[in-house]
T-cell receptor
Framework: QKEVEQNSGPLSVPEGAIASLNCTYSDRVSQSFFWYRQYSGKSPELIMSIYSNGDKEDGRFTAQLNKASQYVSLLIRDSQPSDSATYLCAAWDYGNNRLAFGKGNQVVVIP | SQTIHQWPATLVQPVGSPLSLECTVEGTSNPNLYWYRQAAGRGLQLLFYSIGIDQISSEVPQNLSASRPQDRQFILSSKKLLLSDSGFYLC????????????FGPGTRLLVL
């Protein structure tokens, strides 16, 4: 198993709906997790970090960490066309001293 | 506040030509610095990271090299580019005490023909 996996294909959501993204991780990474947003042709932008089990809310974004099941999620409430982007999940790999990234999930918000 | 700059923004180079990409960080001291590559349809690949001047670790053996001549300057180089070097090159920085929290620069898009 790769350190961080994002397996879902492109996600299309209507404007105003909730977009839900999931990411699973292996035992080789730590308990520090991050979500980056990457617009087409642009660099990744850090939007959320989560370190403790449970939920963390920041505006329309909620990150959820479930250590027992080894997954981390990102919810985007009241999705807007400006949320259309690729979302990258990342986790800190203490063994290799680096950030391990998933391949990303594309979100398309349909007006 | 901290800002990170990269240049050039885009670059088209012939195979076999040299390469020099530059990254500078403002508003912080003693940052950790990173070079990543993002190839089309692939994830982010860590190429080099640096915890200080002349302290550089290579993650992937290849024809690229990195240097850090100043505390907030990180340079990615190659003597002879390959077609496979095409991609989106991203510089990132982190605070020494929170190295897992990384912030990316705007990137350089390199096309090797």
């Amino acid at each position: 198993q790769k350190e961080v996996e994002q397996n879902s294909g492109p996600l299309s959501v209507p404007e105003g709906a909730i977009a839900s993204l999931n990411c699973t991780y292996s035992d080789r990474v730590s308990q520090s997790f991050f979500w980056y947003r990457q617009y087409s042709g642009k660099s990744p932008e850090l939007i959320m970090s989560i370190y403790s089990n449970g939920d963390k809310e920041d505006g329309r974004f909620t990150a959820q960490l479930n250590k027992a099941s080894q997954y981390v999620s990102l919810l985007i409430r009241d999705s807007q066309p400006s949320d259309s982007a690729t979302y990258l999940c990342a986790a800190w790999d203490y063994g290799n001293n680096r950030l391990a990234f998933g391949k990303g999930n594309q979100v398309v918000v349909i007006p | 506040s901290q800002t990170i700059h990269q240049w050039p923004a885009t670059l088209v180079q012939p195979v076999g030509s040299p390469l020099s990409l530059e990254c500078t960080v403002e508003g912080t001291s003693n940052p950790n610095l990173y070079w990543y590559r993002q190839a089309a349809g692939r994830g982010l690949q860590l190429l080099f990271y640096s915890i200080g001047i002349d302290q550089i670790s290579s993650e992937v053996p290849q024809n690229l090299s990195a240097s850090r001549p100043q505390d907030r300057q990180f340079i990615l180089s190659s003597k002879k580019l390959l077609l496979s070097d095409s991609g989106f090159y991203l510089c990132a920085w982190s605070d020494r005490r929170m190295q897992e929290t990384q912030y990316f620069g705007p990137g350089t898009r390199l096309l090797v023909l």
